[in-house]
Nanobody, 127 residues
């Protein structure tokens, strides 16, 4: 049974930092597309950062230069380091993964086709 379990969310002031973690279990995700999405009430789920084959990455324009996605293959864990946080970053953050292998730019483009999701972790940034 595949499980994705996020942790590391919380409340922080504008300009602060947080690191999210996602432990993937039940399948070896190395080499497959994995990433982070976020969602606020009333809006579509937004692709934030993904990592694909050979560690290639892709970021939403709104987080580029502030967020960094990384992985520890030995631990089957995905991370999202978030710095210079803004109130607009407030959302529930979801870890996602599937069984496709693409470069980061092409990973997890279709939300409705993603195989696996975590339960989400809340990130709140106050001004």
């Amino acid at each position: 049974q595949v499980q994705l379990v996020e942790s590391g969310g919380g409340s922080v002031q504008s300009g602060g930092s947080l690191r999210l973690s996602c432990v993937l279990s039940g399948y070896n995700s190395n080499g497959y597309c994995r990433g982070w999405f976020r969602q606020v009430p009333g809006k579509e789920r937004e692709r934030v950062a993904v990592i694909g084959v050979h560690g290639s990455t892709s970021y939403a324009g709104s987080v580029k230069g502030r967020f960094t996605i990384s992985q520890d293959n030995a631990k089957n864990t995905l991370y999202l380091q978030m710095t210079s946080l803004k109130p607009d970053d407030t959302a529930i953050y979801y870890c996602a993964a599937d069984m496709t292998s693409y470069s980061g730019d092409f990973c997890l483009r279709r939300v409705d086709r993603i195989n696996y999701w975590g339960q989400g972790t809340q990130v709140t940034v106050s001004s």
